[in-house]
């Protein structure tokens, strides 16, 4: 088939550890597809030597829409991954397979401009909240917004400096992150609570100073499902709702496997 050849490459990588990079990846033939920050694509490598086949992943776009060179993909080695395995032995000119189509609605098409807009992740899942900072920021889109991240070290803090930059920046963006087994001798002075914790009420008025309501505030959720759907569960708590076309609403998720 003719999807099944490389018709990309690696055009930089940024190793944060061992098994967590940033891997730009550009076409080398033709254009990337347009999209709009939020949505993913997918990366393909060959397997096999008689008959190969095309061995395929879908990963959130981080770079912004405008960025036309390259799509910024921030990922995470599986250890025990058949795909994320081998594409950790790329280096810079080596080929691979680019999706030429984008997929997904975790966007903000629906969300008002009026909004304040909070970005919840865990791990990787921060990567497109990135793409749409990196397209929108200063643009009017939002009234506020906020990155809250959860990792579980500083080390897996990744576009740590660029969002802290951000946040000195513009008094209308907040950057809180959060870690969960950074060792307590270290030198990290930051909030060391599980992300759900920072969604009780008197915590996110601590925090944030001031309340969290569904009138204006739409949070969108990406990484672990399984914090997703306790987030989630505890903001319908507080009035809250998934978000669908036909049902607007107040959440809006992405899953990362």
């Not at 087994?181 to 030198?187: I, K, V, Y």
């Not at 309501?213 to 319908?236: D, H, W, Y």
Request: net charge neutral.
């Amino acid at each position: 088939m003719a999807e099944e050849t490389h018709n990309a490459a690696v055009v930089a990588r940024t190793d944060l550890h061992d098994s967590l990079s940033i891997l730009r990846v550009g076409p080398t033939g033709g254009e990337l597809p347009r999209f709009e920050p939020g949505q993913f694509s997918n990366l393909g490598l060959l397997d096999g030597a008689s008959e190969p086949r095309l061995l395929r992943r879908a990963f959130s776009i981080a770079s912004p829409a405008a960025e036309r060179r390259w799509f910024e993909f921030y990922i995470q080695r599986v250890d025990q991954g058949a795909f994320t395995t081998r594409l950790w032995q790329l280096a810079p000119g080596d080929g691979l397979w680019l999706d030429p189509l984008v997929y997904g609605h975790f966007t903000l098409a629906d969300v008002p401009p009026d909004s304040d807009v909070l970005f919840v992740a865990t791990g990787t899942g921060v990567g497109p909240f990135l793409s749409m900072l990196r397209e929108y920021h200063g643009q009017g889109r939002w009234r506020s917004a906020a990155v809250v991240h959860s990792a579980r070290t500083r080390a897996d803090l990744g576009y740590h400096g660029e969002l802290e930059a951000l946040a000195l920046r513009d008094p209308a963006f907040r950057y809180v992150p959060t870690l969960t087994r950074e060792p307590e001798s270290s030198a990290w002075g930051g909030l060391r609570v599980r992300l759900q914790k920072l969604f009780l009420p008197d915590r996110f008025r601590e925090v944030f100073g001031r309340e969290l309501t569904p009138e204006r505030a739409k949070v969108f959720i990406c990484g672990n499902p399984e914090m997703i759907v306790q987030l989630s569960e505890q903001l319908a708590g507080s009035g809250f709702r998934p978000h669908r076309r036909k049902t607007p609403g107040q959440i809006h998720t992405e899953r990362y496997w």
